[in-house]
């Protein structure tokens, strides 16, 4: 398995951006669709946005879209999410999460706070 460390997460202004990082080890990290995912509190896990292990074809939840943009450097085994335009219902823990050759996430990171305060 992959084994996935997030980063990048803080607190920030409502319309500010924030950049998460994935890095990932172990496992051949071009050979994972990779996705991003997050729960906030009292709430269950959702879908962000999700990209094919060639990086071709990526997928972004509705709530997101236009201001998420989800991307990857194969070169440097690293996932990202840039976010734009915050706002406070995207305050939540982040996680991502690798599928090896399929769209079943059995690999997760351990997750990084964002907070967006109004």
């Known amino acids: 398995q992959v084994q996935l460390v997030e980063s990048g997460g803080g607190l920030v202004q409502a319309g500010g951006s924030l950049r998460l990082s994935c890095a990932a080890s172990g496992r051949t990290f071009s050979s994972y669709n990779m996705g991003w995912f997050r729960q906030a509190p009292g709430k269950e896990r959702d879908f962000v946005a999700s990209i094919t292990f060639n990086g071709r074809y990526t997928s972004h939840a509705d709530s997101v879209k236009g201001r998420f943009t989800i991307s990857r450097d194969n070169t440097e085994n690293t996932l990202y999410l840039q976010m734009n335009s915050l706002e406070p219902e995207d305050t939540a823990v982040y996680y991502c999460?690798?599928?090896?050759?399929?769209?079943?996430?059995?690999?997760w990171g351990q997750g990084t706070q964002v907070t967006v305060s109004a």
């Open positions: 999460a690798a599928a090896y050759r399929n769209w079943d996430y059995n690999s």
